[in-house]
């Protein structure tokens, strides 16, 4: 059995039977930045308080996607073309960048709900790499 | 506050990237001299040399930055100088557009009173893809880590968004924008500079891989090495040097804004929420700034340089600049009025469309068209209509943005 690890430490939580995106907030005006910053990044803040952690909504919206059609080379050799690439839009304001899993594009429209999932992105002989996806949400 | 403008603009031919070329260094003082030799300066009279930096990539984790990000002090050396101010700039592919915006205002304080703003690159080539520095982090290394998105994921992800919100079909935009290549692509062939000579049709752009939907490889720019330089001066001085200076009217600088609804190129989120109404503010912040300096409107603006990356940067900077209606931009295009012979010129140069992208140094391409079209000076590329007011726009990555009107000082 893999170990499976985070692609990135810190991007979402793990272990988890529910991962959620991380974030953080700043106390004094609700900034919410992903992912985790030091620092707030409202210019109309005094940036006076340190910044907490949050988790970010795991439903959002797609505003936008493409399908990239070409394999990118070392060391991200593991995206392989056809993939897909979306913008999620989430109650929260913010918009974030994801890989999209869908059985196919054809199902994509702007606007349909979509949903966090944290899956395998590549393998290599030791480990199982684990990533944010979004996916829809076809029937509830 | 003083007047300035620009007495002379010199360009290199744009050639392949991604392999070395004869030596930058050496290109870019023949190219320096070229325009000096237009202004009829010696280096000596010079008050700054601003020089853009590159984007040559790093190679070795022991070595300290490498000497192309100091062209100014570089050029200096080769050419000479007396008592000059030298200043590297970097701003992404924005950078030429930010010297020149910098040594603008300098002259227009009287700090100083003429300054050679200069700068060649040689672009990594395929998609811009980042590496993880042993000191410190690249955070777009961690996005394409994650995410996968290339630069032009995310010009197709503005196109998408762009034919959603007008209610149209994705082949729409598409048409469009292999239109725009075809259209660039006629004034690249009459451009003696550009690299690519190619006159492509539509369906030679629609025939071609798709990179990422709705983009199709040849709506994507090539990645060039090519460079420029450009005399700039207190417009008092400028009058006794040349009978055509072109005056600067305005030049600004734009940055990343809090609340841009739009996703900006290598990022992972957007940031503060969708705050602005509408998306690309960032990219009509420095533009209505410059208006506003040049106590002018987008109606007085003649011809448009903008730095088109792809051909849906062309279509969103119309959209900007003009502050149409999308639906006005796409029937400018479409009844075939970006031409020489159009109501609204548009890259007549032939764009970064025909010359390919020398990251750093592409702003050298639409000053000097525009140089070129105001003194009636660009041959079978000349605008029938009377020119006196450009305007060109620079787009980079991490959100920089340079804008600056041009007009005839005569």
């Known amino acids: 059995m893999k170990r499976k690890i985070p692609i990135i430490d810190g991007l979402f939580e793990w272990p988890s039977d529910n991962p959620r995106l991380i974030g953080t907030k700043c106390p004094l005006c609700g900034s919410v930045q992903f992912p985790k910053s030091s620092v707030c990044n409202n210019p109309e803040c005094d940036h006076s308080a340190p910044l907490t952690e949050c988790f970010l909504s795991t439903e959002g919206h797609l505003y936008t996607y493409t399908v990239h059609h070409y394999d990118l080379p070392e060391p991200f050799q593991y995206h392989k073309g056809p ?5 999620i839009e989430l109650p929260e304001g913010l918009i974030i960048i994801s890989k999209i899993r869908a059985p196919n594009e ?3 429209k702007i606007g349909m709900k979509m949903r966090l999932k944290v899956d395998v992105l590549y393998e290599d002989d030791n480990n199982a790499y684990l990533n944010y996806f979004f996916e829809p949400v076809i029937s509830e | ?54 984007a040559i990539p790093f190679d070795n984790k022991s070595y300290i930055t490498t000497s192309a990000q100091h062209f100014a002090h570089r050029l200096a050396e080769r050419i000479g100088i007396k008592d000059a101010q030298c200043i590297n700039v970097c701003a992404a592919c924005a950078s030429a557009s930010i010297a020149f915006a910098l040594a603008d205002s300098l002259i227009k304080t009287g700090s100083i009173k003429s300054a050679l703003v200069a700068g060649i690159d040689n672009s990594p080539s395929g998609f811009y893809l980042a590496g993880q520095s042993v000191l410190d982090p690249d955070p777009y290394a961690a996005v394409i880590k994650v995410t996968g ?10 196109a998408r968004r762009r034919a959603y919100e007008m209610g149209e079909p994705i082949e729409k935009i598409k048409e469009l924008m292999a239109f725009v290549k075809e259209m660039h692509s006629v004034y690249g062939a009459r451009n003696p500079y550009a690299r690519y000579k190619r006159i492509f049709s539509t369906k030679d752009v629609l025939s071609s891989p798709v990179v990422c939907d709705p983009l199709h490889l040849y709506m994507i720019c090539g990645t060039s090495t090519g460079g420029g330089a450009a005399v700039l001066m207190d417009g008092e001085i400028a009058k006794k040097i040349t009978e055509k200076p072109v005056n600067i009217a305005a030049s600004t600088v734009g940055g990343p804004i809090y609340g841009e609804p739009m996703p900006r190129l290598r990022v992972f ?29 987008a109606d007085d603006i003649d011809i448009i340089e903008c730095h088109d990356t792809s051909c849906f940067h062309t279509i969103n900077w119309i959209d900007q600049i003009m502050g149409w209606e999308r639906e006005e931009t796409d029937k400018l295009i479409e009844k075939k009025q970006i031409g020489h012979d159009g109501i609204l010129p548009v890259n007549l140069s032939g764009g970064t469309a025909s010359f390919g992208e020398a990251v750093m140094s592409q702003a050298f391409i639409m000053i000097h068209e525009l140089f070129r079209q105001l003194r009636n000076e660009a041959q079978e590329r000349q605008a029938k209509k009377n020119l006196n007011i450009g305007l060109c726009t620079a787009y980079g990555a991490y959100g920089a943005y340079g804008c600056i009107i041009l007009e005839k000082g005569w």
């Open chain 1, 83 to 87: 993939y897909i690439v979306g913008a």
């Open chain 2, 1 to 54: 506050m003083k007047n300035s403008a620009i007495v002379s603009v010199a360009i290199t031919e744009w050639t392949a990237a991604g392999s070395p070329t004869p030596l930058l260094i050496d290109r870019l003082a023949e190219v320096a001299v070229k325009a000096l030799r237009e202004a009829k300066m010696k280096p000596g009279q010079l008050d700054a040399i601003i020089a853009n930096t590159t």
């Open chain 1, 106 to 108: 054809k199902i994509l």
């Open chain 2, 149 to 158: 998105a290339t630069n032009p994921s995310y010009w197709a992800m503005w």
């Open chain 2, 269 to 297: 989120s957007t940031v503060g929420g969708k705050s602005a109404e509408k998306p690309f503010k960032e990219w009509r912040i420095p533009i209505e700034r410059a208006y506003k300096l040049a106590g002018i409107n």
